[in-house]
């Protein structure tokens, strides 16, 4: 699981003013961003192309309804923020869907 393997410092999310609700105009909801990482599969990458000021990642994963979302985070302190969600688009659904694959039969 993310929270446990990658960073197991976590304490919570951190949402202020700048980002409680810049990820409406995608309809993705704070607590579906937070969903995400919790649920497995999980496929995490990093973000070196927008990593200049503070290491990024990308996370593709799916909320507990099944709604599929690529959530763009950085870490403060102990806490995730999250940059950016918005629903994964067709190729990032294939992508997920055979990363998820490939990680089912490496832990078998």
């Given at each position: 699981m993310f929270m446990t393997t990658e960073y197991p410092e976590f304490s919570g999310f951190d949402w202020d003013d700048g980002n409680r609700s810049k990820n409406l105009k995608h309809?993705?909801?704070n607590w579906e961003c937070e969903q995400v990482f919790f649920n497995e599969p999980l496929v995490i990458l990093g973000d070196p192309?927008?990593?200049v000021a503070e290491d990024r990642g990308a996370v593709f994963g799916h909320t507990d309804g099944g709604r599929k979302l690529v959530v763009i985070?950085?870490?403060r302190k102990r806490q995730i923020?999250?940059?950016s969600a918005r629903d994964m688009n067709r190729k990032e659904r294939r992508f997920y869907e055979n990363a998820a694959k490939d990680q089912i039969n490496i832990q078998n």
């Open positions: 309809a993705v909801r192309r927008h990593s985070y950085t870490m923020r999250v940059i």
